[in-house]
């Protein structure tokens, strides 16, 4: 009769196999942080997006202190003030003490969600100091503060584009794959055109297309669009692989035989069986997504200013002298890394979990 | 006579023609089934039995496949001219199928009685609560074990003999009034096969329905039919009721077939063959095309394809010399053993 293994759901079953990974469930814990960070940005951060100190440009991340006179007194900066302009050197005002404090209420209202106004913040400090946690921009703009903004954008320009492509591929794929004959070969040769040029020329000719000076909100579409665009192709080719050989598969032949057409067979009975696999592949084509925004953005024809991403934040790292002098502007480069390394460990995970010899329960 | 046929094959002719060749997988094929009647259709791998079953529920794959001639007459009205649309109405509600792999028969991302819903929900206006309880109750019908249960697991959840019950179960849900069983033992163990025979046999006193039983185990053509058409390379060599079928076969191919069964208690060597090969389908011999096997091959053989004629009320043989096989003056079977001891 049934035993414990075929008690267990599918879901079940994927969820054992996948806890067996560390490096993939430390990846989806790093993802679910992000994005959650991001939803929350205007709680975590203690700046909003655009708020800017010319005073203080460049300034180095402030060092938060616990102790003071050898006695804890909670977490405090210290107030500090510009030395030397040219270089951008700062230096702390000794003994002028500022607390950290929790729950501010901050200058500038916004909405949880999108639904609930609050003007409550995560942390702040009082004027004149400042707490730069990764530091300053040019403008004096909080990096750590942008950076959570910027996640906004950054990550979910990939989840967006990755959805895109994923229902044109699909679609696409899945036809080409079913139907055969003149609509596979001009889709195939179609794809093989995007797939030939490479990428990044095919973006740059692709916003050449598009005006220059167009609101962040609607640039935030183009690039979408763009990305999207070039990256259907691959999953196109992938679907279509597999639905050649899952069209031959007896279970097709028996659905045919009970009088499901040909739209019914290939959504309900083809392309499911894909979707394993196809998870897998969507999940390791995301940093792709996201690394082509950066790219457009770090070039300057992306995101515009003052709206904040993690491509048009590295720009400022492009010369030398900050690379030199400034080292924490390259901190949106170390998120980028996180991000793509955590897609890529989760995609392996999930690769190893929906695995379907491993999903039978143990016959392979 | 005729109208009570449910199913009534004609003259079916189904070709696939590839770069190389046309091969013609069935060429004139005509066989029929009344209601509660089994015809089983007998032939080696290759001989065009799946092809003829696929024909009927115009499955063949189009290209390189190509129904070219005949008629498939199901109550009278004829398949090969019907639309698409209808066509698939009549799929899975009036004539269904069951495969041979029960292993790949079934999708592996649904559960059962998703699956056995699927035909009902096709085919007849009912909600899903509905079709859910229909599908417990095809599960019940079909000898599997707490339904209520197992309507809610995955194909690999279940055994072999499990899934061809879920297949049964799938094909039946419409009652439909004629079942095409392609091999559907093959590939379960002898137990099971016995069960599932016997399945098939119940539910067909219970429904009523025409079954179209493909097989090349002739135990089981014994055990379940009441008429066989035996097919070779692409036609049916003999045609008639079980009991002729075994008692007194006038072809020469299934005398050999029938001679290849291993007897209890006989000794031997080596198992009985039919000596060659089954013909590739693209280059079949010039007259008959049994003839480069066959012990008792004349002349005549070589260059004339014999016609089916009717040797005896209800049975009907491909070969020139069945009339001597009737009259007692040859003895084919005796030919047969010469060749292969």
Known sequence: MTTAVNDRSPWQIFWR?????????????????LYGAAIFADFLAPWPMPQQDLDFGYHPPTPVHWFADGRFVGPHVLASELVDIGRSTYRTIPGERHPVRFFVQGRQEYRVLGLFPTRTRLFGVDPPAHLYLFGS?????????????????????????????????????GLSGYLGKGFDLVVMRVTELIMSVPALYLILALRASFPSNVPSDRMYLIIV???????????????????????????????????????????????????????????????????????????????????????????????????????????????????????????????????????????? | MTEAFVLEVRDLRTH????????????????????????????ESG????????SILRLIPSPPGKIVGGEILFKGTNLLSLPDPAMRKIRGNDISMIFQEPMTSLNPVYTCGDQIMEAVILHQKVGKAEARTRAIEMLRLVGIPSPEQRVDEYPHQLSGGMRQRVMIAMALSCQPEVLIADEPTTALDV??????????NRLQREMGMAILLITHDLGVVAETCNRVAVMYAGQVVEYAGVEDIFARPRMPYTVGLLGSIPK?????????????????????????????????????????NPPLTTIRPGHEVRCWRSGEAEAGTLDMGKAFEEVTS
């Open chain 2, 264 to 304: 209890l208690g006989e000794e031997r060597e080596r198992l009985r063959v039919i000596p060659g090969n089954v013909p590739n389908p693209s280059e079949f011999p010039s007259g008959c095309k049994f003839h480069p096997r066959c012990p008792v091959a004349i002349d005549r053989c070589k260059v004339e």
């Open chain 2, 191 to 200: 137990t099971i096969q016995a069960q599932i025979l016997e399945l098939l």
């Open chain 2, 16 to 43: 696939f023609v590839t770069d190389d060749a046309t091969v013609k997988a069935v060429d004139g094929v005509s066989f029929a089934v009344r209601a509660g009647e089994t015809l089983g259709i007998v032939g």
């Open chain 1, 137 to 173: 921009d040019k403008y004096g703009r909080d990096t750590y503060s942008r950076l959570l903004y910027g996640s906004r954008v950054s990550l979910s320009i990939g989840l967006i584009g990755i959805a895109i492509s994923f229902l044109i591929g699909t679609l696409v794929g």
């Open chain 1, 225 to 364: 669009v763009i990305l999207a665009f070039i990256g259907w192709a691959s999953l196109a080719r992938i679907v279509r692989g597999m639905v050649l050989s899952l069209r031959e598969q007896e279970y097709v032949n028996a659905a045919r035989a009970l009088g499901a057409g040909t739209l019914r067979i290939l959504f309900r009975h083809i392309l499911p069986n894909t979707m394993s696999f196809l998870i897998v592949a969507a999940t390791i084509a995301v940093p792709g997504y996201i690394l082509g925004e950066v790219t457009l953005s770090f070039l300057g024809i992306g995101i515009q200013e003052p709206q904040a991403s993690w491509g048009n934040m590295l720009t400022e790292a492009q010369n030398i002298r900050v690379l030199k002098s400034m080292p924490w502007m390259l901190i949106p480069g170390f998120f980028i890394f996180i991000v793509v390394l955590a897609y890529n460990f989760l995609g392996d995970g999930l690769a190893d979990a929906l695995n379907p010899r491993k999903v039978t329960g143990g016959k392979s």
């Open chain 1, 17 to 33: 196999e996948f806890k067996k990974s560390p490096v993939a469930l430390a990846g989806a814990g790093i993802l679910i942080l």
């Open chain 2, 47 to 54: 001989c065009g039995k799946s092809v003829t079953s696929l």
